[in-house]
């Protein structure tokens, strides 16, 4: 039987991609101890392999494909086969950031500051690639985790990533500049998504359901009836993901609707629409979407 052997990102990303997994209707179960998930898909094997490391053994075929940042996959200069950009990470539905980050009270105001200084961080070859950009020379640093420790008594700069900046502020560090945003990306071997059909079809159907949930993250559905004398001004006031459907009810000269919109706008819409004539307001959960 055709297997992919599936790489999953074990840390940060671990618990987000797993419940990503579960809402696009696979279970992913991860036994204590273990680097190998089960998942109710005999033909996907899954492993456990830290995001840095998740484009390496892509690229080489160990594994099929996997989940990593852009970030990673930049640093490691893997030449792997991007399948689809999925924006989400630890702490919500958005793209990190790659900052460089100094003490509050530093005389480091922009990139030209840091010439001759030492700056640490786990992405070497990113930082080193940025400097380069701004012409500056400085002393580039591997950090082994903990980096926002480090300024101002072992670096006098850091490049680390961030989702709110929180971390950075709770240890009195500030933001000079965005070295790279970076977000989550389903990549595979090219060489298995180019001359195997089978593996290739199945890596695209595991995309497209990603696809659909994060595409259905914060929207609802929305039915509601209206008469056809008010059906312009509804229409008017009535965001859509696409156009809305629209069909005839029993009764000639009433108007039913179904639409998709953001949750966050359904507060201030209902209350519309009633006032301009809608009746029998339903919301709804949406789970996919599949453009």
Do not use: H
Not at 25 to 38: A, D, L, N, Q
Not at 59 to 64: C, R, T
Request: net charge positive; hydrophobic share 40%; with cysteine.
């Amino acid at each position: 039987m055709n297997i992919l052997k599936l790489g999953l990102p074990k840390g940060s990303l671990q618990e987000s991609t797993i419940n990503l997994f579960k809402k696009a209707g696979y279970s992913i179960t991860v036994k204590e101890r273990s680097y190998y998930p089960s998942i109710d898909d005999d033909e996907i094997e899954c492993m456990l392999i830290r995001a840095q490391e998740m484009a390496r053994y892509v690229e080489k075929g160990a594994l099929d494909a996997g989940f990593t940042g852009k970030d990673w996959i930049l640093e490691t200069n893997a030449k792997v086969q991007i399948v689809s950009e999925l924006i989400y990470a630890k702490q919500g539905m958005r793209p990190v950031k790659w900052v460089l980050a100094v003490p509050e009270n530093s005389k480091i105001k922009s990139p030209k500051d840091l010439e001759g200084k030492t700056i640490a961080t786990e992405v070497v070859n990113i930082t080193k690639k940025y400097l380069k950009k701004y012409g500056v020379k400085a002393k580039v640093e591997f950090s082994w985790g903990a980096t926002e420790v480090k300024p101002p008594l072992l670096a006098d700069a850091i490049v680390e990533v961030t989702e709110t900046g929180s971390s950075l502020r709770a240890n009195n560090l500030r933001i000079v500049d965005t070295v790279m945003v970076s977000a989550t990306q389903f990549i595979a071997n090219k060489k298995i998504y180019k001359d195997d059909k089978w593996k290739r079809n199945k890596i695209n159907r595991i995309a497209l359901m990603l696809k659909s949930v994060l595409a259905a993250e914060d929207k609802v559905g929305l039915m509601l009836n209206v008469e056809k004398k008010n059906l312009s001004k509804i229409l008017k006031i009535l965001p859509a993901l696409e156009s809305p459907t629209i069909s005839e009810l029993g009764e000639s000269n009433w108007i039913a609707i179904n639409t998709i919109i953001s949750e966050n706008e359904v507060r201030t819409l209902i209350p519309k629409l009633k006032e301009n004539g809608a009746t029998g307001i339903v919301e709804y959960p949406i789970n996919k979407i599949v453009y």
